[in-house]
């Protein structure tokens, strides 16, 4: 009898004799002698396993002899074994549920790329594909975009974890279109070993002595410009005006460039490159991104024949590039080699117009919907002229006590958002939050998030410069991002909206001539598409 209920059993890949180890699916083995090996061939269905018996001659009686047998060990066996698969799966799913960050990544490689393009190219703009997946899936979500996966941080406390890890955990990330269009040595795009180097050499520009340079030229700039289009007695667009003597006045502070027809020539060119910052990466005759490549080839030509020309000394002028090309016999540490220069001769020109000038179109919009705070600054501003003698150009000190423009700067930053976000690339695996970023993951810190959280900002949506009379929270107040990678530009930008505020509100009152809140279709900043026209009068200063 014995003989015919030897068992050979096979389960899970195990094979014994006398004695059964049985292992289950979840990692958890049950011992027990051979004959009761064949009840388990009754009593396995719940568990889901696979026996392999080659010999099965017990009978029915002697099975059920087992089962009367060992019934109450079986029975906590069975129970203990639920239970701890029940704990464990629920365990598992809490677990997962607190790490994983909702959203959807699409199709690979493609994941919601086109949606993003979508929104783009309409009048609520790309933040408009933000917003609904915040709607959707919460605060925190991904999706994958251009082949990446991005993971939108909308904290306070993500945006210190990412800022004050910059280069030990994240690292700047661009979507390939961006990188293409500045060039993998500018700033914004090169690793952390060049960063510091070009940050430093680049810094010259935007020192106090530079800015008080800049300051005079472009209020001597700025005050021939308005008198002009004021005496015209015609609406001008803001966006188009600024745009215009902001990048006028950049050439000149970089490469002493006045000529009329080439500084046309490379803002055409400067335009195509910003156009194509948000497109899809491929060379597609007519698109986008294809006028923006052969743009940039075209800049770096011209780029080429400035340098040249300065090297054989048939041009010479005290700026930024001479500064850069008197270097050539330093170190390599201590100079930037000609295809840096010129990418970040590109960058500092497009992000010091587009933003810039976009900041100034929002303030003269948000100051026109809320006459309180333009007669309070018109007041400061008119005490300020008062103050010095007739036609004097404004300097630093000046622009040092506009303590209310300041609050006016600060709150058309905080509420234009014109870096819409930050966008890093996870080093390493983390976790913030409580949520798992994995290694090569884009980390997009979302300053309009922040910017508009109630929660750090009394009625986010409305434009109140007197918020600005309390300390903010750190890292709640972020336009300019922070730690390392602060943007470089940051006090042009204040200067430059300063001195911008100043002779607006000090000469003229206007109207704006449209209204549409629109904004501008296939623009990597929220812009309004009718550039916020206006016609200006001026003001009587007694």
Known sequence: MQSKSRQKIQACGILSYGTLNLKISTKCTIVMPYKESALLLVIACPFRLTLKSEYTSLSMEEILLLVSTYYDILLASILVISITLYLSKVSRRAKDAKSCIPGSLGIPFVGETFALLSATNSVKGCYDFVRLRREWYGKWFKTRIFGKIHVFVPSVEGAKTIFTNDFALFNKGYVKSMADAVGKKSLLCVPQESHKRIRRLLSDPFSMNSLSKFVQRYDNMLCERLKKVQKERKSFTVLDFNMKI?????????????DASLLEQIEGDCTAVSDAMLSFPVMIPGSRYYKGIKARRRLMETFKAIIKNRRNGKEYHEDFLQSMLEKDSSPANQKLDDEEIMDNLLTLIIAGQTTTAAAMMWSVKFLDEHREAQQSLREEQLS???????????????????SYATKVVKE????????????RVALNDCTIEGFEIKKGWHANIDATCIHYDPTLYKDPMQFNPSRFDEMQKPYSYIPFGSGPRTCLGINMAKVTMLVFLHRLTSGYRWTVDDQDLSLERKAHIPRLRS???ITLTALQVE
């Not at 008062?386 to 630093?396: D, E, Q």
């Not at 058309?412 to 966008?423: A, D, G, K, Q, Y």
């Open 246 to 258: 902001i990048f006028d006045a950049m050439c000149d502070m970089l490469m002493s460039i006045k």
């Open 384 to 402: 300020i002229l008062r103050s010095k003698p007739n036609g004097a150009l404004l300097t630093m000190d000046d622009l040092n006590s506009m």
């Open 412 to 423: 058309t930053l905080r509420m234009s958002n014109v870096l819409l976000w930050f966008p």
């Open 531 to 533: 550039g916020c026209p």
